[in-house]
């Protein structure tokens, strides 16, 4: 118990040590873009309908976060806390422009388990990163490229059964590293 | 075999997720079902295109375009990138129609303003060439130069080509008697005279007048050669001594130790040169002629040379052509030189006459 107080310890020195950094030369901002870019978009996937929107909003977070960093204040809280309040201001604002989603946004609010589901989400999105190059390719061209499997068979050159059984193994593979990651 | 049929179930069900994602997930095996929720999450995988280019814009631009602009630029760089893979052939430049790239707005009026110059610079490279040419035809060049001939002065060897003269006299009523002119000498110590005021002169010397002394006169009795008084003793009504009507103790009308009607020693008349303690004029103003509208037309250039005398009042006078051009050039010369003016030659201290030879150019370049 004691060594994992001391290594979140160490995690907000560090963390602390990356923001004063990025206060005093903005090209350091990239490592706090690495470290939580994970986190926030999972933030948005879980509230949002399309990736579009989720990317635009999460692009949003991360310049305003650029933009307020002088005016960040430390308070003990991580700094992904203060990245996530951005994110939920922005997603405000971004449905009260569209009257049509203001009564989601109330609804996904009070969702039991929101903190789980971006968790695994964030977990997930590191988790692609990691697989052997041929099923990472598939995984991303079939969900981010939303292209069929004859499509991805005939761009790497493979079979469309083949695809298909990379597909299966790449979705096997993130299941046991999720199961492995949570002990 | 049992693998092929998980994955053709798995597919099947990942192509109903993608194509209706609101609806309800199929029944499937349990297995599945898992690996099914798993894909549910990925539908929303981050484009990694995207993560990188929001990385790269992040520490790019360094929030130089406020947040709203950031939103545009991102939704272009979006659409050009859905559309990356079926380019049309308008669409490989898009700043040249105004679509704008993946950093800054682009304005269509700029192109235009950006076009429009380009083609007024591009015009008059183009007609560069045409503008120096006229210019070369229709520019005359003129220019004057004053020509001195400086040298040792050396008294001229034959009366007609002597120049100065002197004059003398004591005021007397009578023009100066007739008679020969005294030996000529460079310096004179007594002034010729006829009627004698002192006889006896504690230190006498020989009357004299200055000019070439190779010039012998006959040494009878002491006049001017030019006087019609025959018998009457008389020095003339000049002053200063001498004979004549001038001043300055020579013979004739003139001024200073020579004879004749000139200045300053010798005889012959006329104005001094430059040279043997004779300065040059100094031109203080001087002009450039105007080229003639003829001469211009029919591009004819040359050298006009005029011989000027410059007064002790530093204006020229007496100009006359020595080498003429034509065309109204020698006029236009003579114009010009007219309106010069210049710092006098000085003699002994003195400013005097002098004549000087002037050279004007005129040219086409």
């Known amino acids: ?183 | 075999m049992a693998s092929t049929s998980m994955a053709d179930q798995l597919e099947d069900a990942i192509e109903m997720m993608i194509a209706e994602p609101d609806s309800a997930p199929p029944q499937v095996d349990l297995k599945i079902s898992e690996l099914l929720g798993i894909a549910a999450k990925l539908r929303l995988l981050p484009d990694p295109e995207f993560r990188a280019e929001l990385k790269a814009e992040l520490l790019g631009q360094n929030h130089a375009v406020p947040v709203a602009a950031n939103v545009d630029i991102r939704r272009q760089t979006r659409e050009q990138g859905q559309a990356r893979r079926d380019v049309k052939p308008d669409e490989i430049l898009p700043t040249l129609f105004g679509a704008g790239d993946v950093n800054y707005p682009v304005h269509r009026g700029n192109f235009a303003i950006s076009a429009a110059i380009h083609a007024a610079l591009i015009a008059v490279v183009a007609t560069a060439g045409l503008w120096m040419t006229r210019q070369t035809q229709l520019t005359p060049h003129t220019t004057s130069i004053l020509l001195t001939d400086i040298s040792a002065y050396v008294w001229p060897l034959s009366i007609d080509k002597s120049r100065g003269g002197g004059g003398g006299g004591d005021r007397d009523k009578l023009s100066e008697s007739k008679g020969s002119l005294p030996r000529f000498a460079r310096e004179q110590v007594t002034p010729p005279t006829i009627v004698v005021h002192n006889e006896q002169p504690k230190l006498p010397a020989e009357p004299t007048v200055v000019g070439p002394p190779a010039l012998t006169p006959p040494t009878f009795q002491i006049g001017n050669p030019l006087s019609a008084i025959l018998q009457l003793p008389s020095n003339g009504t000049g002053f200063g001594g001498g004979l004549g009507s001038g001043s300055g103790g020579g013979i004739g009308s003139g001024e200073g130790p020579g004879f004749g009607r000139g200045q300053g020693g010798g005889t012959g008349g006329g104005a001094y040169r430059v040279g043997g303690g004779v300065s040059a004029p100094r031109p203080i103003y001087d002009p450039d002629p105007e080229y003639s509208e003829e001469a211009r037309h029919a591009k004819y250039q040359g050298t006009v040379l005029l011989s000027v005398v410059v007064g002790p009042d530093g204006r020229p006078r007496d100009i006359r052509v020595q080498r003429s051009l034509g065309m109204g050039l020698d006029e236009k010369a003579i114009e010009a030189v007219r309106k010069w003016a210049f710092e006098p030659a000085m003699k002994d201290g003195h400013p005097v006459a002098v004549q000087v030879n002037i050279e004007v150019s005129f040219r086409l370049y």
Request: net charge neutral; glycine share 4%; aromatic share 8%.
């Open chain 1, 1 to 183: 118990m004691k060594a994992l107080e001391d290594e979140n310890l160490t995690n907000q020195k560090d963390e602390r040590l990356q923001v004063e950094a990025a206060r005093q030369d903005p090209a350091r901002f990239a490592e706090l873009y690495e470290n939580n870019f994970e986190r926030v978009y999972a933030y948005i996937a879980h509230r949002v309908r399309n990736r579009e929107e989720a990317q635009d909003a999460t692009a949003d977070v991360f310049h305003q976060a650029l933009a307020s960093l002088p005016r960040f204040e430390w308070r003990g809280s991580p700094f992904v806390a203060w990245l996530l309040g951005i994110a939920a201001n922005v997603l405000s604002d971004r449905w009260q422009r569209v009257a049509k989603r203001q009564e989601v946004v109330t609804d996904d609010l009070e969702q039991v388990g929101m903190e789980d589901d971006i968790e695994q989400r964030a977990m997930l999105y590191q988790l692609v990163e990691t697989l052997p190059d041929d099923q990472r390719r598939v995984i991303i061209r079939r969900f981010v490229g939303q292209k069929s499997l004859r499509e991805i068979a005939t761009e790497l050159g493979r079979s469309e059964g083949a695809i298909k059984q990379l597909q299966l193994r790449a979705l096997q593979n993130l299941r046991k590293r999720i199961r492995s990651n949570h002990g």
